[in-house]
């Protein structure tokens, strides 16, 4: 298995961004059109940004706890090889 794992296609990164950006600009076009006082469609646009906020956070996070697993694990598999090497050596 390699260190990198499987790259996304590039069809599948421009789906996320256009999806995104689709979802992003339906919100904002139902909180333009909305029949509701000024006031409460800026507290809904600031929700709306805090939650996109705190999902790439959210992201962002996972992600690193996720690789910083998989350093860990790559670390304990060096250290166990290395002492099945030295015991293989003293055989020998």
Same mark, same amino acid.
């Given at each position: 298995?390699?260190?990198?794992?499987?790259?996304?296609?590039?069809?599948?990164? &421009?789906?996320?961004?256009?999806?995104?950006?689709?979802?992003?600009?339906?919100?904002?076009?139902?909180?333009?059109?909305?029949?509701?006082?000024?006031?409460?469609?800026?507290?809904?646009?600031?929700?709306?940004?805090?939650?996109?906020?705190?999902?790439?956070?959210?992201?962002?996070?996972?992600? @690193?706890?996720?690789?910083?697993?998989?350093?860990? &694990?790559?670390?304990?598999? #060096?250290? #166990?090889?290395?002492?099945?090497? @030295?015991? @293989?050596?003293?055989?020998?």
């Amino acid at each position: 298995m390699s260190p990198q794992g499987i790259p996304h296609s590039p069809a599948w990164v &421009n789906f996320t961004y256009i999806a995104f950006a689709t979802a992003l600009g339906m919100i904002g076009t139902g909180l333009v059109l909305a029949p509701i006082d000024f006031w409460l469609k800026a507290y809904f646009a600031m929700g709306t940004l805090m939650l996109v906020q705190s999902c790439i956070t959210l992201t962002k996070t996972t992600r @690193d706890v996720e690789e910083s697993r998989k350093l860990v &694990n790559r670390i304990e598999e #060096a250290k #166990a090889e290395r002492l099945l090497m @030295d015991i @293989d050596r003293g055989k020998e």
